[in-house]
């Protein structure tokens, strides 16, 4: 059984996602990031830095217990344990992870930032929030030149790289972000992985706890003022 902390933001979402793909057992336990679960001493044992997505695999390797946390190197760990959603030749396994290290060092923090500054920071910076939506649709185009070309991020066949990058790109479209209209090709490849049953079951993993309406002063110092950076 594997146990998983998490909350519904897009890298929670990746491993939601794979786990449904896999149909591994698991075992999901909420980590509220808005109400501060997140620096709870059981979960910091798990994970230092105090981030979901975190993992407990109670039958890793060695037949040993095993708590892996960053989302990337849980969706590697996971696709390799079942085989599945990794390419298995060399060169190939190597395009997956060039495309899941895009979405983990480009995607993921750009359009990010992109979220924060123009939803969360409590002034609005006009350069802030240009900046990053502009090198968030400069990354779309990437991915279009790619899915024009393919039909997945690391070729034929669809792995843990889309599964990595859909849900931040499908964030920033329903958050305005990104217009997918100007990427006909990552429109196309976002609405087929969006009909894949697994894909609606990980969506649906802890989406009825997610925050609705302005966020509140408690949830903006616990995600971006002094608690979240007092030291632990």
């Given at each position: 059984?594997?146990?998983?902390?998490?909350?519904?933001?897009p890298?929670?979402?990746?491993?939601?996602?794979?786990?449904?793909?896999?149909?591994?057992?698991y075992?999901?336990?909420?980590?509220?990031?808005?109400?501060?679960?997140?620096?709870?001493?059981?979960?910091?044992?798990?994970?230092?830095?105090?981030?979901?997505?975190?993992?407990?695999?109670?039958?890793?390797?060695?037949?040993?217990?095993?708590?892996?946390?960053?989302?990337?190197?849980?969706?590697?760990?996971?696709a390799?344990?079942?085989?599945?959603?990794?390419?298995?030749?060399?060169?190939?396994?190597?395009?997956?992870?060039?495309?899941?290290?895009?979405?983990?060092?480009?995607?993921?923090?750009?359009?990010?930032?992109?979220?924060?500054?123009?939803?969360?920071?409590?002034?609005?910076?006009?350069?802030?929030?240009?900046?990053y939506?502009?090198?968030?649709?400069?990354?779309?185009?990437?991915?279009?030149?790619?899915?024009?070309?393919?039909?997945?991020?690391?070729?034929?066949?669809?792995?843990?790289?889309?599964?990595?990058?859909f849900?931040?790109?499908?964030?920033?479209?329903?958050?305005?972000?990104?217009?997918?209209?100007?990427?006909?090709?990552?429109?196309?490849?976002?609405?087929?992985?969006?009909?894949?049953?697994?894909?609606?079951?990980?969506?649906?993993?802890?989406?009825?706890?997610?925050?609705?309406?302005?966020?509140?002063?408690?949830?903006?110092?616990?995600?971006?003022?002094?608690?979240q950076?007092?030291a632990?």
């Amino acid at each position: 059984m594997i146990e998983l902390y998490s909350w519904p933001t897009p890298n929670g979402q990746k491993v939601h996602i794979l786990l449904e793909e896999l149909g591994l057992p698991y075992r999901v336990t909420a980590v509220n990031i808005n109400e501060g679960e997140q620096f709870k001493p059981e979960f910091l044992a798990i994970t230092p830095n105090h981030r979901i997505p975190a993992i407990v695999d109670g039958d890793g390797p060695g037949e040993q217990k095993f708590a892996l946390w960053e989302s990337g190197a849980i969706l590697i760990y996971l696709a390799e344990k079942s085989g599945r959603f990794i390419p298995t030749d060399p060169a190939s396994r190597y395009v997956c992870l060039q495309w899941l290290m895009f979405q983990m060092a480009g995607v993921g923090p750009m359009f990010g930032q992109a979220n924060h500054f123009a939803n969360y920071a409590p002034e609005k910076i006009p350069y802030a929030i240009e900046r990053y939506r502009k090198e968030a649709r400069r990354l779309l185009r990437v991915m279009e030149k790619r899915l024009a070309e393919v039909k997945h991020l690391a070729g034929r066949d669809y792995s843990i790289a889309d599964i990595a990058t859909f849900p931040w790109v499908r964030s920033a479209a329903r958050n305005g972000h990104v217009d997918l209209a100007e990427t006909p090709a990552v429109k196309d490849w976002v609405e087929g992985i969006d009909a894949r049953p697994a894909v609606e079951r990980g969506l649906a993993v802890l989406a009825d706890l997610r925050r609705t309406g302005p966020i509140t002063d408690k949830a903006r110092d616990v995600l971006f003022g002094a608690t979240q950076h007092a030291a632990r």
